[in-house]
């Protein structure tokens, strides 16, 4: 369902099955991590930043006292924790965790390079935030060149790289670059996920940002009415992409109707 873009849908099946769980008193607590990750990431999306929160700090502290062999898991929740704090708007946090978990990776006995690679993508997109912009950006060459080698150039996480790696572009001034790179990521996004998915939203809304800043009102204008469409009923009302994209759009509509 999640893949799907049914998020409501998603977080009462995972509550449902959380709450099933749970009545299983013999069950391991460490079986209940990966369904508490589900409702992370699913908060994550919708915009219910506490209610995922609560479910990583519930994650960590089971993994936290469970058997040795848990630092992979941990490595896991952080990824995802840092990818939390990034949508609230806390990038220093967000670092914090995202190079916690990256340590982790490396100190394994076995370093998946997959796994590596998508944690130092969520760094580097971290990273542009904070205006880090020289290591995001070798960060962003060397995982996009692993994701094009395994899985191929129009894979869902090449997608997800050109999007930071234009994202990038765009902090740095570089406009039609990041026009450019982003138009790409919509692309494999609109091929990989369900329409409706609100992944493709942020592609689009930096796409939106993007082509303003050319001057290409007009089709900047049509990418946040689809943010709109995407967001509006299947995130909370106050996620900030959807509120930043009602802004964006009233402020482009004006200066179309004075430009005529």
């Known amino acids: 369902m999640r893949a799907e873009g049914m998020l409501s849908e998603a977080r009462r099946e995972f509550h449902r ?4 769980a749970e009545e299983d008193r013999s069950l391991d607590p460490l ?14 999306y919708r915009g219910d930043f506490d209610e ?78 904070l205006g880090q912009v020289l290591e995001a950006q070798e960060l962003l060459t060397r995982v996009l060149r ?26 740095c001034g570089n406009f039609k670059s990041a026009a450019t790179t982003l138009t790409r990521a919509v692309k494999i996004k609109r091929a990989v996920l369900a329409p409706s998915h609100p992944d493709l939203a942020i592609s689009l809304h930096n796409l939106a940002c993007a082509q303003a800043k050319l001057g290409h009102n007009h089709r900047a204008a049509e990418s946040l009415r689809e943010v709109l469409t ?27 109707n004075i430009d005529g």
């Open 31 to 44: 079986s209940l991590v990966p369904l508490l990750n589900d409702i992370g990431v699913t908060g994550k």
């Open 230 to 256: 995407l967001l509006s009923g299947s995130v909370a009302d106050g996620h900030p992409t959807l509120l930043s994209a009602r802004n964006r759009l009233s402020s482009l509509s004006s200066a179309i």
């Open 17 to 20: 099955a959380l709450a099933l």
């Open 146 to 171: 692993v994701f094009e080698s395994t899985y191929g150039p129009e894979h869902y996480e090449v997608g997800v790289t050109l999007h930071n790696l234009g994202s990038l572009q765009h902090r």
């Open 52 to 129: 995922a929160a609560s479910a990583y700090d519930r994650a960590l502290k089971v993994v936290d006292t469970g058997e040795v062999g848990t630092a992979v898991l941990r490595a896991m929740l952080l990824h995802n924790i840092a990818g939390l704090a990034h949508a609230r708007g806390e990038p220093a946090a967000a670092e914090s965790a995202a190079r916690e978990g990256i340590a982790l990776r490396l100190a394994a006995a076995t370093v998946e390079p997959l796994d590596l690679a998508a944690d130092q993508a969520a760094l580097a997109a971290i990273l542009v935030d």
